[in-house]
């Protein structure tokens, strides 16, 4: 596990640092992500999900994505949704558990860790940059999906050059919730080359993007 990221942190000094950073926004984190729903549901339409399918939500935190791939995948459908910090993840077992999902599990472990009963049809990376820095957390996660899976990434990124003095504030706002907060020029570049038919649309007037692919086979 103590693979070294491309800015040279050991995968365990970034998970270590993250955890502490969800230590303290754990309580606030859902007020807020308002802004950001519209982007969390063309995320998870991007997968294309059907009735009966097994999603796995990477970096779940308090699950605020749960709900919305339980409809998609329905009473007959498995959604997995895993976390490393515990802060996090208790909020999310308390929404699975306040509404009674048979067919939602939670694992609470790092992603380089993560062990499924059965490959997923569908991975969901909704604003999970560590997770996508880490190499050996991405052969991870990829290794817990079937060939074809599809795969959708939303997630925030520098803006393009012409605005590149604000790209100070997008570092800090990263760093706010990330433990390896730079690397923003292109954060998908460890799982981009992984996926076939790879599509990239920015977002947020180019401070953030949304992406697809399908797991090669
Ligand atoms: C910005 S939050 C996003 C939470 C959720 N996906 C959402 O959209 O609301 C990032 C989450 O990734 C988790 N995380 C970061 N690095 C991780 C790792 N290596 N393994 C598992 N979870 C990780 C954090 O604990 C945090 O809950």
Redesign the pocket.
Known sequence: MNVRSPAGLP?EA??IA??EK?RHRAAG?DAT?GPTWPI?ERTINLLDLRPGQAVL??????G??LARLRECVGEAGQIHG????PD?LKQARERVAAAGWQNVHLHE????GLFLPAPVDALLF??????LR?AS?VERLLACARPGAAVAIAGIKYFPLWLAPLNIWVYFKNHG???APGELRSPWDRIAPRLDGWRLTPTQYGMGYIASGRVRA
């Open positions: 995968d970034v998970r993250s955890i969800y984190y992500c969390r939500d990477v970096g779940c935190g308090t605020l994505s895993f976390d490393q910090s996090m472990t790092p992603a380089q909704h604003y999970t940059h560590d997770v880490s957390a919730y990330n433990g």
